[in-house]
């Protein structure tokens, strides 16, 4: 399989001295294109870090992370710029939305940015709202819209320019064991039927267990992966116990 | 490219009165230097027209060379040469009276032997100058049989207003019926008698001529003056000859510093707009970091970003530009609806509507929307660097703050020693980059110092709040955001650094100007000499005059002074021999440096000399210098003990000596001029008479009340000032709207805030107290600053005048600064009425939710 993300070494120091923080401390990671990971670990030790770094929204103190083949660090902020607007897909843990915008100009941002024309990127999200279950929410502001209603925008945001990777934080933080399922369900989906490659941070084992690798992550180190079977109530158990160890 | 467009403007809708608030500070930007430009020509033109009358000159004046009447189509060739502001024709004649004219008295001596009939267009030549009336009207274009003449004249011939002068004409004995008055007058030459146009060319028999045409030119560049001369000599032909005021005058010195007192202004009013359109700005970039680093984690890029503050900007500056000029137009009329009453009273302002040129509207407009795009340029640019982790991990960049704060805080000392060097050197020419590094200084010291204000008013708010605490809850606010308070609190101290240097500036130079009048001509009695300008043509009159007023029963003091022409350095000087004694008694000089009792008793001992402020910056004298005096018998050194000012020889390079020295030296023993005082109790009409008898064999003097000159002088003062004082508000008021714009603004970018605060269990009442609180800082740390600041400009601007020889008193205004603290304290509450109210009525739901 070939990779689509492959990280050396990646380590990341957040502040200098004597409160310096290393969150994470070189992780050697590869996911597969058309893979679905999830990461898991306790709260603090550098999910969150990894997902930005790969996503190119920061940059490592150390090591390399090359998506698609492309080394991000020899990259212009112009060119990864373009890089995320075109390939990725992001779900953050919190504020996703532009408040100034509706549900659907919201979905439609990463195409517009990229020069799509307006109408087509309006059908286009327009069609993954109302996968995610908001047709009738298209116009409203983020303001007037739940918790979970703002992070199912956000998922269709993600996914309406159909990038080659999805790099979600906690996508179904917000959301009832129901939505979330249907989230999921619908993560697996894409990964499965388009091919494109999912990273996911969750606090969830049953959400874990839609992936097709969980990699645990413990101080900044990554401490374990497990290939999942497909059977979602045992990869659900596996990954409670695994939780568990850690 | 169309969705920055799109973006800027939900922004701008999304947040109504925001974007109101905001655009308001353009509109205000522009409102002020469109409309300060709209009526400031007018207003330049009347102050112009006001010196020029004082000196009764005008521009150019044009003559037939042999001095013959000529046709009035010779006013359109000079009115349509370019560079000719206006220009008016007259037909001038002097009407020779015969003896005992006036009199009917063969044994009295006549005073008036002849006057000029002046026949004049009125609207016109009230634009050329000044006439300053005291009675009655000014001519109007229909009047028949109706003159306008001044006090003296009236005086001498026994006339009131209403009254009848008859006149020997051309076409016989004719009653001219007095419908105004003019101040007496002080000029040389023989006393005018002013009438209509068609009514001289009746009177002189001389149908549709004219014999004088008088303009003024639209520029005090030297170069293009002389420029615009030849082209009138060339429209004209070579039968005329051109008269003109000399360049260099002091007269023209003086609209000079005038012009650049207003551009000072002016300046000042676009770097408020500025600011202010700048700190919009920063607080827009500031609140929206999240949402901006998210449209980057999202893949905008930085130029997206650019160009997304940048429309925002653009969008603002086109409409606030628009409405700006739109009420600066109509800010500008009501300014001059208001001065109209004392302008057409006094200043001989003939206002209509506020002039709108078209290169004013281009440049309004350039400035209003290039101001605001240039303000937003810096904002939009430090919005561009903001990072895709400022969405997902907020508040990095606050510990920079420090460092950032201590650079500028030295960079701002840096700024302040150069601006105090200025003050030191007293360079004129650097008054204005003095007042920006001022500013400039202030603004980036600010960062640093918010804190430390801070905590003090905070303390002092908390005693006075003493039994909520919410006032430390406001001082740690402002703490925790140096930099948003920074530049609220500087937005306001420009505000008040404008007041209080207009307060400064109008101050020293209303009392200035009162005072010296009232010490060079306040006394009792005057005789004068036909020229007050000219000292060297005036016939004096022997000691004995001096003695013999002396002696009529109730006077007091006689001073006198006797001139001789001489010459320091090349420079030509007017010296005046005074007798220390008595001179000193009447305070006629105002010291700039030197003390005066050292320096009247050395004067009286020793070849000393006072030299006056113009003598000592066109020579180079400073106090203590030895100058030689170039005298008949050869030359000799005076020690200067003081330079002093007195109002009559404000403008003329002048040195004072003693009468003993002027004999000796110049051999000079005659008196030209006299200033008496009476003893308490006297009778007046008594003295008058004596003095009328006493006069009838010196007819080169005239009598003049001293006391009743003044006073009729500082009516036109009062006028003068009065404008100022309307503009000067016309700077502040906007100022004063934008400082609580600026704060309302402070506090509507904390809903959010509040919103928790109120969560978590705060009353309405502590929310109020410390909207309040934090309002009540900022203003009062803005006006601290600003009164500073003010300060500093406004000393500048008065030595400035200084330096450049004009007579002017330092007054600090204290009157000023106790107005401006309490302007601040007000506005600073009024300011935090508005959003503490609606902070209060806050819907806590409504605020935690995104904005
Ligand atoms: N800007 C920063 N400065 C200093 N330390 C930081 C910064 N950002 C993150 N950290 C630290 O880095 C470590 C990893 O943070 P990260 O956000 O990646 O954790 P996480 O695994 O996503 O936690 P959670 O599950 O709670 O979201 C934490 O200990 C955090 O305190
Ligand atoms: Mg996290």
């Given amino acids: 399989m070939e990779s689509m993300v492959v990280t050396e070494n990646l380590t990341k120091v957040y502040g200098k001295g004597e409160t310096a923080v290393t969150a994470l401390k070189g992780i050697n990671l590869s996911i597969g294109q058309g893979e679905f990971v999830a990461v898991m670990g306790p709260s603090g030790c550098g999910k969150s870090t990894l997902l930005y770094l790969i996503g190119g929204l920061d940059r490592p103190t150390e090591g390399k992370v090359y998506l698609d083949g492309q080394e991000l660090s020899t990259l212009t902020d112009n060119q990864v710029t373009e890089i995320r607007r075109r390939k990725m897909g992001f779900v953050f ?154 | 490219m169309t969705f920055q467009w799109l973006l800027a403007w939900r922004y701008l809708m999304g947040r109504k009165q925001r974007t109101i608030l905001t655009t308001l500070a353009i509109v205000f930007g522009v409102l002020v230097i469109f409309g300060m430009n709209t009526f400031m020509p007018t207003f330049v033109k009347a102050f112009q027209t006001q010196v020029m009358a004082a000196a009764g000159q005008v521009d150019v004046t044009l003559t037939h060379k042999i001095g013959e009447a000529f046709d009035p189509s010779v006013l359109e060739k000079v009115r349509a040469v370019d560079g000719v502001e206006v220009a008016a024709g007259s037909l001038e004649r002097v009407i020779n009276l015969p003896a005992d004219y006036f009199d009917r008295d063969p044994n009295a001596v006549d005073r008036i032997s002849a006057v000029v009939l002046k026949g004049i267009d009125p609207e016109v030549a009230r634009q050329m100058i000044a006439y300053n009336i005291v009675e009655g009207r000014f001519l109007e274009p229909g009047d028949t049989h109706a003159a306008v003449i001044t006090r003296s004249l009236a005086r001498e011939v026994g006339v009131q207003l209403g009254g009848t002068l008859s006149l020997p004409t051309a076409i016989g004995v004719v009653d001219l019926k007095v419908v105004g008055i003019l101040p007496e007058r002080m000029m040389p030459g023989n006393e005018e008698v002013l009438v ?146 004392i302008g057409q009273q006094y200043l001989n302002i003939k206002v209509g509507a506020p002039e709108v040129s078209p290169s004013l509207v281009v440049t309004s407009i350039i400035l209003g929307v290039g101001v605001t795009v240039l303000a937003g340029l810096l904002p939009a640019q430090s919005a561009s660097r903001v990072t895709p982790l400022e969405a997902l991990r907020p508040s990095v960049g606050g510990v920079s703050f420090r460092r950032i704060a201590g650079f500028s805080f030295w960079a ?32 980036l010291m600010a960062p640093a110092l918010i804190n430390p204000i801070a ?9 006075i709040f003493a039994r909520n605490g919410t006032a430390q809850l406001a001082e740690g606010n402002l703490s925790r955001q140096p930099g948003r308070a920074t530049v609220t609190a500087s937005t306001t101290m420009i505000a008040m650094a404008v007041v209080v240097m207009m307060a400064s500036v109008l101050t020293s130079l209303s009392l200035t100007f009162v005072n010296i009048m009232e010490k060079s001509l306040g006394s ?22 001096a003695q013999k007023l002396r002696e009529i029963p ?71 210098d030895e100058v030689t005096l170039v005298t008949p018998t050869g030359e000799q050194t005076y020690r200067v003990v003081g330079i002093a000012t007195d109002y009559l020889n404000a403008k003329t390079t002048t040195g004072y000596i003693s009468q003993k020295n002027i004999a000796a030296d110049f051999g000079r023993d005659e008196d030209v001029f006299y200033q008496i005082n009476l003893k308490p109790g006297a009778d007046r009409a008594e003295v008058e008479a004596a003095f009328t008898r006493l006069l009838k064999n010196y007819p080169q003097f005239k009598l003049l009340n001293g006391k009743a000159y003044v006073e009729e002088n500082r009516k036109m003062f009062d006028a003068v000032f009065f404008s100022m004082y309307a503009m000067a508000a016309f700077l502040a008021i906007p100022s004063l709207i934008a400082m609580v714009n ?39 740390i803005g006006t601290a600053f600003g009164i500073l600041a003010g300060l500093y400009m406004g000393y500048m601007a008065v030595k400035t005048f200084e330096a450049l020889g004009f007579p002017m008193t330092y007054i600090f205004p204290a009157s000023g600064i106790l107005s401006t603290v309490a302007i601040g304290i007000i506005f600073g509450a009024l300011a935090a009425m508005a959003p503490a109210r609606q902070a209060t009525r806050l819907d806590v739901v409504e605020a935690l939710r995104y904005e």
């Fill in chain 1, 93 to 246: 843990q919190f504020y996703n939305l532009i408040p100034v915008l509706s549900a659907l100009e919201n979905a439609a941002l990463p195409m517009i940015l990229d020069g799509v024309p307006v109408a087509r990127a309006h059908e286009r999200a327009r069609l993954w709202l109302e996968r995610v279950g908001l047709s009738d929410r298209l116009d409203h502001r983020p303001a007037e819209l739940s918790g979970g209603q703002q992070q199912r925008v956000a998922i269709a945001r993600a996914l309406a320019h159909e990038p080659l990777i999805i790099l979600a934080d906690e996508p179904t933080g917000n959301l009832d064991s129901r939505a979330g399922d249907e989230i999921a369900t619908l993560l697996r989906q894409i990964s499965s039927e388009w091919g494109r490659t999912i990273l996911m941070v969750t606090h969830d084992p049953r959400i874990a267990a839609y992936a097709d690798r969980i990699v645990f992550l413990k101080d900044g180190k990554i401490v374990d992966q497990t290939h999942l079977n497909g059977n979602a109530q045992e990869d659900t158990r596996t990954v409670r116990e695994k939780m568990e160890v850690l």
């Fill in chain 2, 196 to 341: 209509t146009l068609s009514e001289a060319q009746q009177l002189l028999n001389m149908p549709g001529k004219i014999n004088i045409i008088d303009a003024n030119l639209n520029t005090m560049d030297e170069a293009r003056r002389a420029e615009i001369q030849q082209r009138i000599i060339e429209a004209v032909g070579s039968n005329y000859k051109v008269g003109a005021l000399e360049s260099g005058s002091e007269i023209l010195t003086n609209i000079r510093n005038a012009q650049m007192i207003f551009n000072l202004m002016g300046f000042l009013a676009l770097l408020m707009g500025g600011f202010i359109i700048f700190n919009t700005f920063r607080t827009i970039v500031a609140e929206r970091r999240r949402d901006i680093g998210m449209l980057r984690a999202l893949g905008a890029s930085r130029s997206t970003i650019r160009w997304m503050i940048l429309a925002e900007g653009l969008i603002q500056g086109i409409v606030g530009t628009a409405a700006g000029l739109v009420l600066g137009y109509v800010f500008g009329y009501l300014i001059l609806q208001l001065i109209v009453p």
């Fill in chain 2, 412 to 443: 701002g000392v840096v700024l302040l020693a150069l601006a105090a060097g200025i003050l030191v050197s007293r360079q004129a020419a650097l008054l204005g980059l003095g007042a920006i590094l001022m500013s400039v200084a202030l603004i």
């Fill in chain 2, 455 to 463: 905590n003090l008013f905070g303390y002092l708010l908390a005693l």
């Fill in chain 2, 524 to 545: 009792d009695y005057l005789l004068m000499p036909p020229t007050l300008a000219v000292w060297g043509s005036n016939t004096g009159a022997a000691p004995d005059l």
């Fill in chain 2, 554 to 624: 109730g006077v007091a003091l006689v001073s006198t002074l006797r001139f001789a022409g001489s010459q320091i350095k090349d420079v030509a000087v007017g010296v005046l021999g005074i007798d220390p004694q008595a001179y000193r008694q009447l305070d006629g000089l105002t010291f700039t440096s030197g003390d005066p009792d050292s320096a009247f008793t050395a004067l009286e001992q020793e070849r000393a000399i006072i030299v006056n402020g113009v003598l000592s910056s066109a020579a180079g004298i400073h106090l203590g």
């Fill in chain 2, 742 to 780: 600026t704060l309302a603004i402070g506090v509507l970018e904390r809903t959010r805030e509040i919103g928790m605060l109120r969560a978590v269990g705060a009353t309405r009442r502590q929310v109020r107290t410390v909207i309040l609180s934090e309002a009540l800082i900022l203003s009062a």
